[in-house]
Nanobody, 122 residues
Framework: QVQLVESGGGLVQPGGSLRLSCAAS????????MGWYRQAPGKERELVAW???????NYADSVKGRFTISRDNAKNTVYLQMNSLKPEDTAVYYC????????????????WGQGTQVTVSS
């Protein structure tokens, strides 16, 4: 079992910043991709950003230039620095990891965080 613990959400004014963190623990041999989704009320889930084990990053067009994803492999933690926040960034943000549970395990497993609320409002 793998557990993901998210933190850093909250209420911020438009133009402000927040930093989300997500720490993975449990039966992990290696982590491949880590990333973040978000879902706003009445909208479909959106893949926001992800980062590979080699540090390659990808972003949704809606957040490019404003959000930065990073990871600390020693801590099995992924971060999302969110700057210049807009009201349309309001959503529940979920982190995910794709990982191998043990040496020699060819199956890539996925685990999800519980979600953290980000509200951008004046």
């Amino acid at each position: 079992q793998v557990q993901l613990v998210e933190s850093g959400g909250g209420l911020v004014q438009p133009g402000g910043s927040l930093r989300l963190s997500c720490a993975a623990s449990g039966s992990i041999f290696s982590i491949n991709t880590m990333g973040w989704y978000r879902q706003a009320p009445g909208k479909e889930r959106e893949l926001v950003a992800w980062i590979t084990s080699g540090g390659i990053t990808n972003y949704a067009d809606s957040v490019k230039g404003r959000f930065t994803i990073s990871r600390d492999n020693a801590k099995n933690t992924v971060y999302l620095q969110m700057n210049s926040l807009k009201p349309e960034d309001t959503a529940v943000y979920y982190c995910f990891v794709n990982y191998r549970a043990r040496l020699g395990d060819h199956q890539i497993r996925s685990s999800w965080g519980q979600g953290t609320q980000v509200t951008v409002s004046s």
